[in-house]
């Protein structure tokens, strides 16, 4: 099977029937789509398929032949995050993070079809979308700031150095941290 995963093309051995999620987490690494449910239900393994928001624990790799694919890692990195990934971190819209590259690129995907979506429109896009802990107030503020284009250079440029760096290291002797 042949795909084209965040911009690079790749041959990959993992058996035709076996889901896109195995393939892009056991023979890529790639592991920011997650195994959740594994049944269609949470959307924790959401990537986008030639652009559009697929979960990937449904998906057999030989239905995507040839397909581009892809992750959060393409969207943007520790100081140069894409406008919807700044918004997620500057509005509080996660916790564990568990839930959010599925969010974010559903997200990501609805703006570029509807740049100014309602607040109906957000939670009919998004209500596939299971979160365990944050709760979904700040998840839709995110959402409604990313379309917006609230999101503040600071937020963009987030992780730069990150905060261990910026913060004191504290060891605890005998802590497991
Ligand atoms: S892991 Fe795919 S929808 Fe839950
Ligand atoms: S941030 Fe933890 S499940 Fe959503």
Redesign the pocket.
């Known amino acids: 099977m042949r795909l084209t995963v965040n911009g690079i093309e790749r041959e990959l051995s993992t058996r035709p029937l076996d889901t896109l999620?195995n393939a892009l987490r056991e023979e890529l690494g790639i592991t920011s789509p997650?195994?959740?449910?594994?049944?269609?239900?949470?959307?924790?393994?959401t990537v986008l398929i030639d652009g559009e928001p697929r979960?990937?624990?449904?998906t057999p790799l030989v239905a995507v032949d040839g397909a581009t694919v892809t992750t959060v890692e393409a969207l943007g990195e520790p100081g140069n995050l894409s406008p919807v990934q700044a918004a997620f971190y500057e509005q509080y819209g996660l916790q564990c993070g568990f839930c959010t590259p599925g969010f974010v690129l559903a997200t990501t995907a609805m703006l570029e079809r509807n740049a100014n979506p309602s607040r109906e429109q957000i939670l009919e896009e998004l209500v596939g979308h299971v979160c365990r802990c944050t709760g979904y107030v700040k998840i839709v503020a995110a959402v409604e700031a990313a379309a917006r284009g609230d999101v503040s250079e600071a937020a963009l440029e987030a992780g730069a150095t990150g905060p261990s760096r910026r913060e004191p290291e504290v060891l605890v002797p005998g802590s497991p941290a």
């Open positions: 999620l997650k195994a959740g449910c594994q049944q269609g239900g949470c959307g924790a393994c979960r990937s624990c449904l």
